[in-house]
Nanobody, 123 residues
Framework: VQLQASGGGLVQTGGSLRLSCAAS????????MAWFRQAPGKEREFVAT????????YYTDSVKRRFTISRDNAKNTVSLQMNSLKSEDTAVYYC?????????????????WGQGTLVTVSS
């Protein structure tokens, strides 16, 4: 499956952004989807994941109640709504897909990756 992430940009502290990831090439609903992020000089880290049919989501603690992951299987897209952004949210955000049912928080659990979209939060 090919993934194309978009929606990044520059936003002030406390602002919002919505990231999108378009998938193509395979049956989208066969894949659990996730967002990861990588800040400068740091390792890629898990942000959020959503099950194949959208009935289960899981977030890293630092984004709970601020970020919302969702998917539209009819449009082959997964989104990440980010509210109340903080400077520590600055990173390149990647969407990822795995053909499985486990709730994956490790990069090694994902088979396909998008190219990344940069989110910069300024104070």
């Amino acid at each position: 499956v090919q993934l194309q992430a978009s929606g990044g940009g520059l936003v002030q502290t406390g602002g919002s952004l919505r990231l999108s990831c378009a998938a193509s090439g395979r049956t989208f609903s066969d894949y659990s989807m996730a967002w990861f992020r990588q800040a400068p000089g740091k390792e890629r880290e898990f942000v959020a994941t959503i099950s194949r049919h959208g009935d289960y989501t899981y977030y890293t603690d630092s984004v709970k109640r601020r970020f919302t992951i969702s998917r539209d299987n009819a449009k082959n897209t997964v989104s990440l709504q980010m509210n109340s952004l903080k400077s520590e949210d600055t990173a390149v955000y990647y969407c990822a897909a795995q053909k499985g049912v486990i709730i994956g928080t490790l990069t090694t659990q994902y088979d396909y990756w998008g190219q990344g979209t940069l989110v910069t939060v300024s104070s």
